[in-house]
């Protein structure tokens, strides 16, 4: 078996996590290199000489191809178009419903394109046999996430209370619910509390509402919202005394997640899209559209350390018994050799 990985390497955060972490597993496994190249999502795709001599091709995130005497396999990093609430919440922006249809066009032909299915999570699968027809007649596996996408600092909470959430500025991440809901506890908090959000101005028009309900609300000298690169990442999920995670849509829960779960910190989470299913009781799931519902969880944790050390000890044990890159490498692997010959 020669395999191939095609993913969009630093286009996507998802994407640059699996071309970092999964070639490098499944090569140490094959004992052997694999070809491992970058697609860009649109515009013509030439696969270079060593991808056309592979029996078994892995497309990773939203575009697959054919390649002639190869096996394609597709495993989609993206469910945004898929999920209904995600395209209604985006829809007052031209921008975002052109971007929407073609991906949703993408992936379509990209189904077409494979011969076996790859999922993050049952909630992906579902959604994906239920929109495109082809995908329920192929051989699919579902490979759970989990793995870190950051080496983790030793845990050492600030002396200042951080409430931290970590997420790019799109609409279907809840950030404006979070930022009412800070309004909604800081009289109930300890002026000492600060809150971060640390991700990038992905969806700009979305962005400065952001901001601009920041400000409304008198919030500004308690939310910090800005990037972080990797080092700064890890010295928050370190000092960070809970971490809030409210998207309403991830394919499979997402490393901003995951990152905060290995490194034992109690966390608030969302209970919609594939979040109950990727982490279940490590975490405190709320519906994230209650800014009120919120507000009361964070303060109720702030509040409660007995409670902060259990769901602290439930993270690491979830930490313990997720699987990581080597697992899923096995999992593909044995899907390649048995499923899609």
């Known amino acids: 078996m020669k395999v191939g990985i095609v993913s969009p390497g630093r286009t996507s955060s998802g994407g640059s996590a699996f071309s970092g972490n999964l070639v490098p597993a499944v090569e140490k496994l094959l004992g052997q290199p694999v070809v491992s190249v970058g697609i860009p999502p649109t515009g013509t795709f030439r696969p270079p000489a060593a991808l056309t001599s592979c029996t078994h091709v892995v497309f990773v995130g939203s575009r697959a191809e054919r390649i002639p005497g190869a096996k394609i396999i597709f495993w989609p ?38 011969d076996g299915m790859v999922f993050g999570s049952m909630h992906a699968r579902t959604l994906y046999q239920a929109e495109f027809p082809a995908a329920a007649r192929l051989p699919y596996q579902i490979n759970r996430g989990g793995a870190a996408s950051i080496a983790a600092s030793a845990r050492a909470e600030a002396a200042d209370p951080l409430v931290l959430l970590v997420s790019h500025l799109y ?9 009412e809901a800070v309004a909604q506890a ?24 952001v901001r601009q309900r920041v400000l409304e609300l008198g919030m500004d000298t308690r939310i910090e919202i800005r990037p972080a690169d990797p080092e700064e990442m890890a010295d928050l999920y370190a000092s960070a005394t809970i971490c809030v995670f409210t998207s309403t849509c991830e394919n499979a829960g997402s490393f901003a997640l995951y990152d905060g779960l290995h490194a034992g910190v109690p966390t608030i989470c969302s209970d919609r899209s594939s979040m109950p299913e990727m ?32 769901l602290g000890a439930a993270s690491l044990r979830w930490s313990a018994a997720s699987p990581n890159w080597e697992d899923r490498a096995a999992q593909l692997l044995h899907f390649l050799g048995r499923h899609v010959s």
């Open 77 to 114: 990093l993206n469910v945004a178009p898929l999920e209904k609430h995600v395209v209604r919440t985006e829809a007052s922006s031209l921008k975002n419903r052109v971007r929407h249809l073609a991906l949703l066009q993408r992936l379509r032909h990209s189904v077409t394109a494979a």
């Open 279 to 310: 982490v279940g009781d490590a975490v405190r799931l709320i519906n994230p559209y209650s800014a009120a519902e919120l507000a009361d969880e964070i303060v109720s944790l702030l509040s409660d350390e007995g409670a902060r050390e259990q």
């Open 171 to 179: 609409p279907y991440k809840g950030i404006l619910q979070f930022v």
């Open 186 to 209: 800081a009289d109930r908090l300890p002026d000492a509390v600060r809150f971060r959000v640390a991700g990038a101005d992905r969806d700009t028009r979305y962005a400065a509402a």
